[in-house]
């Protein structure tokens, strides 16, 4: 069984910084992307950021230059830098990755994290 476990995030004013963190673990053979993606109130989950095995990352546009997405492959964990937080960054943060697991034949899975709620106030 793999599983994702975020943690950080909390509830900040508007121009403040947050870093939330999540770890990959279980019988893991590799992981492929992993990212971060949100879901504000009343709004669809969409993608934050990504990165890669090789570190090639993707931002949503609405973050580019304030979120900074990093990866430390040995540990399987994904974090995730937010400076210059707004408003309307509010939403619950869902760590997302693409693992192949210790099984025959080599098959990747998406995993989901449970969550972690990031609050900007104004």
């Known amino acids: 069984q793999v599983q994702l476990v975020e943690s950080g995030g909390g509830a900040v004013q508007a121009g403040g910084s947050l870093r939330v963190s999540c770890v990959a673990s279980?019988?893991?053979?590799?992981?492929?992307?992993m990212g971060w993606y949100r879901q504000g109130p009343g709004k669809q989950r969409e993608l934050v950021a990504t990165v890669t095995s090789g570190n090639s990352k993707t931002y949503a546009d609405s973050v580019k230059g304030r979120f900074t997405i990093s990866r430390d492959n040995a540990k399987n964990t994904v974090y995730l830098q937010m400076n210059s937080l707004k408003p309307e960054d509010t939403g619950v943060y869902y760590c997302?990755?693409?693992?192949?697991?210790?099984?025959?034949?080599?098959?990747?899975?998406?995993?989901w994290g449970q969550g972690t709620q990031v609050t900007v106030s104004s």
């Open positions: 997302n990755a693409i693992i192949q697991e210790f099984t025959w034949p080599r098959e990747e899975t998406e995993y």
């Open positions: 279980g019988r893991i053979f590799s992981v492929n992307v």
